[in-house]
């Protein structure tokens, strides 16, 4: 097959028989054996027309591998590096290596196109990313901004929101501290007030109690004043004389017989203040009144009206017609009252007697006793 193809390389060099016996020459060494022919198996001495593959390193016969004289002397003479020889076999793979290179060539430069692409994807979509991530920290700062100052606006407006409530609970608090305190002071000074009427309407009830008291006290007082000097005489027998001053003449008359005769009591008609009878005169007929009237006699000194009433007992050893006679203190109601429950209380005191004694009151209105005595035979 005949070779000698060319091809540039800059690593290799072509290697004859005769350019190494030429290389050999010249350090003075004659005879070299190179190896086997790749293809006869015979050694490829150095006065053969020898040649060396590129590739596999194996030595081959000029002819065994069909290089013609001419080829090999050009092959022997290049000098440049520009012609390479591969055997048979490493032609055949050489091809293939060299299609497997385009190969692999077009494949890295497809790969460093998709890469290209690739980065290029990727450059896009990193400054996509980029782009969105200063976006969005715009958007953040926006945002935080946005918040930043929506807080400033909630806390002021809770703020304010917290000072008029406090305000207002404040003003809430002192109006009803304040309606607490009227109102409070009000019915405080209702009530003292009240208290105060009402202590001032019982001091006036108990004043006016007491007023009355005194008052009747005291008409009680001149009522007995007045009747102190006073008697009072029963079934004392009544003039049928016709005119009132007769009737009282004879009244007085009688009466001054009675104190001076009877009781013996040392009294004038100057001592006599006044002669008179207490009700009625039954006027319906001229005919005498069947029952008398009493008689009041008013003393002008209490001790002739003390010695009359004290000489009373006289009357029993007086005659018929004085004997008869009952004589009594002139009393308030309020000492007949008196008189008259001492008189219930003698009653009471005497019935739980054996029999011997009797029980009698004695004494002048205010100063009135109970007295025992032995019961007469
Ligand atoms: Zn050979
Ligand atoms: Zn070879």
Known sequence: MATGQVRKSSVTEIKTAESKKQKFRQAGKNTVKYGDCKVCESSVEADDKGIECEICKQWSHANCVDIEDNEYEVLTTHQKGTIHWYCDDCNAKSVEMVRLVFNIQERMLKSEKETENLRNETKAKFEKIEADYDAMKADIRTLNKKIDEGLQRCFEDSDKLVKSTQKQTINEIKEE????????????MKQE???SLDGMANEIETVKVTLNETKTDAAEARDRENRRNNIIIYRFRESDAHSTEERKKQDTDACLELICNTLEVDCRPEDIKQVIRLGQRDRETNERQTSSRPILIEFRSYTTKNQVMESLYKLRNANAHFRQLSVTHDMT?????????????????????????????????????????????
């Open 177 to 188: 501290i304040n309606e607490a305190k009227t109102s409070s002071f009000a019915e405080i």
């Open 193 to 195: 007030l009240e208290k």
């Open 333 to 377: 109601k309020m000492e007949r009252s008196e008189i008259q429950k001492k008189v219930e209380e003698a009653k009471q005191k005497e019935s739980e007697e054996t029999g011997e004694f009797i029980w009698r009151v004695r004494g002048a209105p205010g100063s009135l006793k109970l007295v025992r005595l032995r019961k007469r035979q």
